[in-house]
C-alpha cells in the first residue's frame, strides 16, 4: 500500500511539472523600438570640395638696403598705409658720399679731355673716332654722376606701390646691409589663396566655382572667394594641382597669413527631395531608409484583445504599475530602397524610391528591421508638486 501511494504522487507530481499554463500557449508580444521620425522635404544640396590653405597678397614686397649704412630715421611703421613712392626710411652712408666724389672728378676729367681732344681734331692731331670716344666716356660719367648724386650722403627707403607696412626690422642707430629685410609691403585690397587638391578632383573644379572660407582658429571669420586659376599640369611628386582663388575685396575679417579652411563648391542642385545624410543607411551596397507605416489594422486588433485578456487574467493591486504601451499611432517600419545624388556633411539628394511627405526614421534605424513596430518617445509634461498647505498652531490657553 505504501509503494502504491508514493507511485500515485509521483505521477501527480510529473503531471504538474510537465504541463503547460495558459500564459505559456501565448507568445510574448512583439517588442516596440523607440525611434525619432521626420518628413521628408525638398531643398538645396551641394557638392563641396574641402581643404585648408594661408591667405597671402597678391602683391607683397620685401624691401632691403642697397648698400650698408646707419639708420637715421623711420618714417612708416607696421599698419601704416602708404603710397607709391611715399619715404619709409633713410640711412646714411658714407660709401656714398665718397662714391659721388668719385663721379664729379670723372666728368670733371672727361670735360677737360673732350675739349683737349675738340682742340686738336680741328687741328688734325686726333681723328674723329678717338673724340666720339671721349664723348661716349663723359655721356656714361654724367649718368653716374646723376645717379650718384640723387644718394648723396643718404639712402632713401620708398615704397613700390600703395598698401600696407606689414613688418619693419628696422632700428634707429643700427647698421644695417642689403642682405637685411628692412621693411614688408602688402597690398590688402587683392588677397588669394593657392591651394593644392587631389588629381581625382582635376574635372571637378572650374574657374567662376564660389568657395567659402572660414578661418581655422576663429569660426567668425568668415569671407568668400572665386576660383580665378588653375594649374594646367599636376603635379607627379605629390599628385595635386594648384588651384588660385580670390577673395572677395570687400571682406575685412580675413587677413594675409591666416590659416583657413576652403570649402568649395563644385555642383549644387536646387528644388530637389533631401533627407538627414545618417537616415541613409547602406545593406549590401544598396542605399536604403526606413519608411514610417501604419501598423495593420489585424495586428492593431490582435494586441488590444492581448491586452484585454492579460488585464483580465492580472490580479487586482492598489500598487501595479501600469505597464501598457503609451498612447499614441502605432507604427512600422518599412525597408525602402532609394537612389541618392549630391551629398554634404548634413543632407543627401534622394532621387529615386521616395518622394516629399513622406516619413522617415532618422535616429534608431540602424537596429531595424522591415515591419518591425516603432513608436516616438512620449514625453510627458512635468506636474509641479502642491506642497501640503501649512496647519494653524494650536495655543496653550
Not at 501598423?295 to 488585464?311: M, R
Not at 525602402?336 to 551629398?343: F, H, K, M, P, Y
Amino acid at each position: 500500500m505504501r509503494w502504491a501511494l508514493l507511485s500515485l504522487g509521483m505521477l501527480a507530481a510529473c503531471s504538474s511539472w510537465g504541463g503547460k499554463g495558459e500564459d505559456e500557449d501565448q507568445a510574448p508580444p512583439e517588442p516596440v523600438t523607440v525611434v525619432q521620425t521626420q518628413v521628408v522635404t525638398v531643398g538645396d544640396v551641394a557638392d563641396r570640395l574641402l581643404t585648408s590653405a594661408t591667405i597671402e597678397a597678391a602683391a607683397s614686397a620685401d624691401i632691403t638696403a642697397q648698400a650698408t649704412g646707419t639708420v637715421v630715421s623711420i618714417a612708416k611703421d607696421v599698419g601704416d598705409h602708404v603710397r607709391r613712392g611715399e619715404l619709409l626710411a633713410v640711412i646714411d652712408n658714407v660709401q656714398l658720399d665718397a662714391g659721388a666724389e668719385r663721379a664729379d672728378a670723372e666728368v670733371a676729367n672727361l670735360l677737360a679731355r673732350v675739349a683737349e681732344a675738340e682742340t686738336l681734331h680741328t687741328r688734325g692731331a686726333v681723328s674723329s673716332r678717338e673724340l666720339e670716344d671721349l664723348k661716349y666716356q663723359l655721356s656714361t660719367a654724367r649718368s653716374s654722376q646723376r645717379e650718384a648724386d640723387r644718394g648723396r650722403g643718404t639712402l632713401r627707403l620708398t615704397a613700390p606701390f600703395d598698401g600696407v607696412v606689414a613688418a619693419r626690422d628696422l632700428h634707429v642707430g643700427e647698421l644695417t646691409s642689403p642682405a637685411r629685410v628692412a621693411f614688408t609691403v602688402v597690398d590688402p585690397s587683392e588677397l588669394r589663396i593657392r591651394a593644392r587638391l587631389p588629381e581625382r578632383d582635376v574635372s571637378r573644379v572650374k574657374i567662376g566655382q564660389i568657395a567659402s572660407l572660414t578661418g581655422a582658429y576663429d569660426a567668425s571669420g568668415t569671407a568668400t572667394a572665386h576660383v580665378t586659376r588653375m594649374a594646367p599640369v599636376i603635379d607627379a611628386t605629390s599628385g595635386t594641382f594648384e588651384v588660385v582663388l580670390t577673395l572677395d575685396p570687400t571682406q575685412t575679417t580675413l587677413r594675409p597669413g591666416q590659416f583657413v579652411s576652403v570649402d568649395i563648391e563644385v555642383d549644387k542642385h536646387t528644388g530637389v527631395v533631401v533627407v538627414p545624410k545618417d537616415a541613409v543607411l547602406r545593406d549590401r551596397g544598396q542605399p536604403v531608409v526606413y519608411l514610417v507605416a501604419d501598423a495593420p489594422a489585424e495586428a492593431v486588433h490582435t494586441d488590444e484583445s492581448k491586452k484585454d485578456d492579460a488585464k483580465k487574467d492580472e490580479p487586482k493591486k492598489d500598487d501595479a504599475k501600469d505597464e501598457s504601451e503609451p498612447p499614441g499611432p502605432r507604427w512600422v517600419a518599412k525597408r525602402t530602397e532609394v537612389q541618392t545624388g549630391l551629398g554634404d556633411p548634413d543632407r543627401i539628394e534622394i532621387t529615386g524610391g521616395l518622394a516629399a511627405g513622406a516619413r522617415i526614421v532618422v535616429v534608431g534605424q540602424s537596429n531595424l528591421k522591415d515591419g518591425a513596430r516603432i513608436r516616438e518617445p512620449v514625453v510627458d509634461a512635468a506636474v509641479p508638486a502642491t506642497p501640503p498647505a501649512p496647519t494653524a498652531a494650536t495655543e496653550n490657553p
